[in-house]
DNA sequence: AATTGTGAATTCCTTCACAGCC
DNA sequence: GGCTGTGAAGGAATTCACAATT
């Protein structure tokens, strides 16, 4: 048990999500044919320093060559492993509203990674329907049950703001400890349950403030990116 | 011109997205019959400290009462204010996709506030068609007319990552300043362009990492929220 | 007595700058 | 020579703690 790879310690949410970008940007010079890149090299095609980039990685292990920089391919399968992608996981999505149906047909994902695999709702009059995917819309009360039938460990919540504390009190209590949140709401955190949020009103809110204040700006320089 | 209420200087994303929290419970609490609130009573609801929630407030004015707190009306208005939402916003969604339909669809969006009033798309298939709510989707050729036309002032992308960049170019140049990225790639900002992103994949790998070293976190305290 | 607004302290994150290595 | 890994410096965000105010 010796750790071989320092891991787990205290490593921010930052980095995690830098990681997540630098991996899909080795994906992206993988098929431009590259086999090797600098941290400065990644570094340019974001806004990003260079060092961040190292330091990021270093919490992880020594994965580049003093005066080469790093091999694209075994970069990217340290990242996959360190990301957990490494083995599929299977999304839950509660709430077969609009947003619900949108995720479940959605391709985006990296291919096969994620896979929507179950809808969830209260709705007699949608709980049964398939969709064209062929997942299934199920009977919320049935989650349980469902979600440790086909091995869900992801539940994406999307559903109106007042119900979403009760579906996440049900997705905990079937042991799930990885939540997406699509519901305009701060859900209360439960100990040992990881809930990222998806918050378009937040995100619109923000975009209109920057209108607000532009005016204002005027001849002086104008900031962008997030 | 002498500058009442000090605004626009620099003020972080963090406090804005923050301020936006802010709004809703006191949408919330004025509908639970409350009038009054404490930075220590709004602290409570999220997992926040009460001094950042006046630090928060303070950037933009006196709003408080020592020893009474807050009156929920007038920081309401007064928040209303500071983020924009004293006027209406226009919402362009490229992309006719499952994504870019939802959002169209989507009618979680604070009352009134933001409309997606139109959808824009290459796919001659797709161009002509109107969704339920009477949204048309537009060749997106015609993006600058139509969103001068319908005084379109926020785009949400949701087009396909090796298009989002040109879809980007496009709007920038019709004059549109405020974006929303639901595209799978870290777009280049622009001057005065402010670009907000919603990355599924990022978030979801966080999810996935979470998921890879909580078994190890085993008997030791797992964290949680965002 | 209660609660704000805020300087000071602290913690967290990023960037610099360079020794160490290929 | 070029590039990584990292201690030290710098900067930003958060929290503390208390004087000011009602």
Redesign the interface.
Known sequence: MAGMNA??DKIS?LT??R???Y??CLHELWAEGARTISSQGLAD???LNSAQIRKDLAYFGEFGVRGLGYNIEELRNHLIK????DRP?N?GVLGAG??G??LA??D???PG??SVVALFDTDPGKIGRRLPSGVEVHNMDEFASIASELAI??VAIAV??RVAEAALDAVVDAGI????NFA???LQ??????????????????????????P??AHA??????
Do not use: C, Q, T, W
């Not at 400890?177 to 997406?180: G, H, N, S, T």
């Open positions: 891991k787990a949410d995690i999500n990681l997540s970008v991996l899909r095609r974001f806004n360190i990301l957990g992608l996981h999304v609009n947003l149906n949108a047909n959605y985006g994902f990296s990674k994620f460990d992801i109106p703001a400890k990885a939540v997406l305009p709401i701060r955190g439960r100990p040992g349950v990881k809930i990222n949020h998806v918050d378009l009103l937040v995100s619109l809110e923000g975009l209109s403030h920057f209108l607000s204040i532009r204002m700006l320089s104008a900031a962008s990116d997030e």
